[in-house]
């Protein structure tokens, strides 16, 4: 008889320790996200859902339509929140040079923000406004776009997640990480979500996989520069689809090349361009 209740104290304790250690989401056992960031066909991510388009304004919804025309369908979306807890697309602290406002960001209520209008990235004033996340999901779920979500300082990690669930669209966005801590967290809060993460060298691609991520639930963001055809290597061997952020002295390079070196990159083994220049990857390699 003892021993009989000492197993039943047992059994309560294993359970007890179970249901705490359990995720607070299931997650179901097929998402389509995975099928679609690890595809054979290579993917051209917008940065700041396009930039250096004259009359788009970056972080635009109408500049996210016209990509998306143009065969664009996934976006790198910068969020942040509003003084009133409104989530919406903007990458600055300060209004200047996206806006035809002055002064911080910081402070302003969505109603305040909205009533500016978009500037392109050469001055040009817009009739566009600032968009809300809602608003951006709801089209993407409309036109069947993905998104890498890039969460801006201070905002709330749970807030955006849950925008996501609430727009059904667990399955069409990768949600960027910068640290080894972001992405655990990340991922403990959205397990059935694609996380983007840092893996520029062989250091940090170890630290992640010492995580409890399941690699098909990774993106390798490989940083900005060329790093060793090893850790391509590497990553393929693991199926890690390989982000490469050509955006900035990449995108330039390739631009003076005549736009020749995004084949080179993807023979490579790069399965994403986080580009500056989507429809010119577009054309190279569409």
Same mark, same amino acid.
């Given at each position: 008889?003892?021993?009989?209740?000492?197993?039943?104290?047992?059994?309560?304790?294993?359970?007890?320790?179970?249901?705490?250690?359990?995720?607070?989401?299931?997650?179901?056992? $097929?998402?389509?996200? $995975?099928?679609?960031?690890?595809?054979?066909?290579?993917?051209?991510?917008?940065?700041?859902?396009?930039?250096?388009?004259?009359?788009?304004?970056?972080?635009?919804?109408? $500049?996210?339509?016209?990509?998306?025309?143009?065969?664009? *369908?996934?976006?790198?979306?910068?969020?942040?929140?509003?003084?009133?807890?409104?989530?919406?697309?903007?990458?600055?602290?300060?209004?200047?040079?996206? $806006? %035809?406002?002055?002064?911080?960001?910081?402070?302003? %209520?969505?109603?305040?923000?909205?009533?500016?209008?978009?500037?392109?990235?050469?001055? *040009?004033?817009?009739?566009?406004?600032?968009?809300?996340?809602?608003? &951006?999901?709801?089209?993407?779920?409309?036109?069947?776009?993905?998104?890498?979500?890039?969460?801006?300082r201070g905002v709330p990690f749970e807030d955006v997640i849950d925008l996501i669930r609430k727009?059904?669209?667990? *399955? *069409?966005?990768?949600?960027?990480?910068? %640290?080894?801590?972001?992405?655990?967290?990340?991922?403990?809060?959205?397990?059935?979500?694609?996380?983007? &993460?840092?893996?520029?060298?062989?250091?940090?691609?170890?630290?992640?996989?010492?995580?409890?991520?399941?690699?098909?639930?990774m993106l390798a963001f490989t940083g900005t520069r060329l790093s060793p055809q090893s850790l391509?290597?590497?990553?393929?061997?693991?199926?890690?689809?390989?982000?490469?952020?050509?955006?900035?002295?990449?995108?330039?390079?390739?631009?003076?090349?005549?736009?020749?070196?995004?084949? &080179?990159?993807?023979?490579?083994?790069?399965?994403?361009?986080?580009?500056?220049?989507?429809?010119?990857?577009?054309?190279?390699?569409?």
């Amino acid at each position: 008889m003892k021993n009989r209740y000492i197993l039943i104290l047992l059994a309560f304790l294993c359970w007890n320790i179970a249901c705490k250690d359990a995720p607070e989401y299931q997650v179901e056992e $097929t998402q389509a996200n $995975t099928d679609y960031f690890h595809t054979n066909n290579v993917l051209i991510s917008a940065h700041r859902g396009g930039s250096g388009l004259k009359n788009y304004p970056e972080n635009c919804l109408e $500049t996210l339509k016209y990509l998306d025309g143009k065969g664009i *369908n996934l976006f790198e979306v910068d969020i942040t929140q509003t003084s009133d807890n409104k989530l919406v697309l903007f990458h600055d602290d300060h209004l200047e040079r996206l $806006t %035809t406002g002055n002064g911080s960001a910081k402070g302003k %209520t969505a109603e305040d923000l909205r009533e500016l209008n978009l500037v392109d990235d050469f001055g *040009n004033e817009t009739p566009y406004k600032i968009p809300y996340l809602e608003d &951006v999901l709801k089209w993407g779920k409309r036109n069947n776009t993905y998104f890498m979500i890039d969460f801006k300082r201070g905002v709330p990690f749970e807030d955006v997640i849950d925008l996501i669930r609430k727009e059904k669209m667990e *399955n *069409n966005v990768a949600l960027i990480s910068y %640290t080894v801590p972001q992405a655990e967290k990340l991922h403990k809060l959205a397990p059935e979500m694609m996380i983007s &993460v840092s893996a520029r060298n062989h250091e940090e691609l170890n630290k992640i996989l010492d995580t409890n991520i399941p690699h098909n639930k990774m993106l390798a963001f490989t940083g900005t520069r060329l790093s060793p055809q090893s850790l391509f290597d590497e990553l393929k061997k693991l199926k890690i689809p390989i982000n490469l952020g050509t955006l900035g002295n990449l995108d330039k390079k390739a631009e003076a090349g005549g736009d020749k070196l995004y084949k &080179v990159w993807r023979e490579q083994g790069v399965d994403i361009f986080s580009t500056d220049r989507p429809l010119e990857v577009y054309q190279q390699l569409k």
